[in-house]
């Protein structure tokens, strides 16, 4: 059985990553599947930025926030992260996760050993691929499919021991 850790601090669900047009507008890249995922909240970080307007582009999403006026306002706003709080999110299903539950998790094989920490976790199209370094900062990806980590939960993520790369790589 997979037990899903429950991580108390505010999770991102998108960035801001530039201005959008010359009326305060702002390009959003997503960390959820749709721009529903961000519909489904009217305020981010503590009620700081709140929606006015938001829909879906080709890079993500574009939004215009209360709180921002003009162009330069929205310069400013480049690299912000978009964050609520963690209860206001679904509840998950069976074998489901939010990245933020995962990386930062100890990673041991199937056999107990060690072998490093979850670093970051990428989509390069059929599944998540956790990035794993080991503490010497070699790194490894695994993906995150049931044959490769058999469970995880907030004590950390199983691996099965076939999927552990040894390889001399060093990023």
Same mark, same amino acid.
């Given at each position: ?10 999770? #991102? ?5 530039? /201005?959008?047009?010359?009326?305060? +507008?702002?390009?959003?890249?997503? *960390?959820?599947? #749709?721009?529903?995922? @961000?519909?489904?909240?009217?305020? *981010?970080? &503590? ?5 006015? %307007? @938001?829909?879906?582009? !080709? ?13 330069? /306002?929205? +310069?400013? @706003?480049? =690299?912000? $992260? @978009?964050?609520?709080?963690? +209860? !206001? ?20 094989? !199937?056999?107990?050993?060690?072998? =490093? ?6 989509? *390069?199209?059929? %599944?998540?691929?956790?990035?794993? +370094? ?5 790194? *490894?990806?695994?993906?995150?499919? #049931? ?5 995880? !939960?907030? $004590? &950390?993520?199983?691996?099965? /021991?076939?999927?552990?790369? #040894? =390889?001399?790589?060093?990023?």
């Amino acid at each position: 059985m997979v037990h899903r850790p429950v991580t108390p601090a505010p999770v #991102t669900l998108a960035v801001v990553t530039g /201005a959008h047009g010359v009326t305060g +507008e702002v390009r959003l890249k997503l *960390f959820t599947d #749709t721009v529903d995922g @961000l519909k489904a909240h009217k305020a *981010f970080n &503590g009620g700081a930025l709140t929606i006015k %307007s @938001l829909r879906a582009t !080709s890079y993500g999403a574009t939004a215009r926030f209360a709180e921002v006026a003009d162009r330069t /306002a929205a +310069e400013k @706003l480049r =690299g912000t $992260e @978009l964050t609520v709080p963690r +209860e !206001s999110l679904p509840a998950l299903a069976e074998g489901e996760y939010y990245h933020t539950d995962l990386i930062g998790l100890a990673c041991r094989t !199937s056999d107990g050993e060690d072998v =490093g920490t979850c670093i970051a976790i990428d989509n *390069f199209g059929a %599944s998540d691929v956790l990035e794993i +370094e080991r503490p010497d900062g070699r790194t *490894f990806m695994v993906p995150m499919v #049931t044959q490769a980590v058999p469970s995880w !939960s907030a $004590e &950390g993520i199983v691996i099965d /021991a076939a999927f552990v790369d #040894t =390889g001399p790589a060093k990023r």
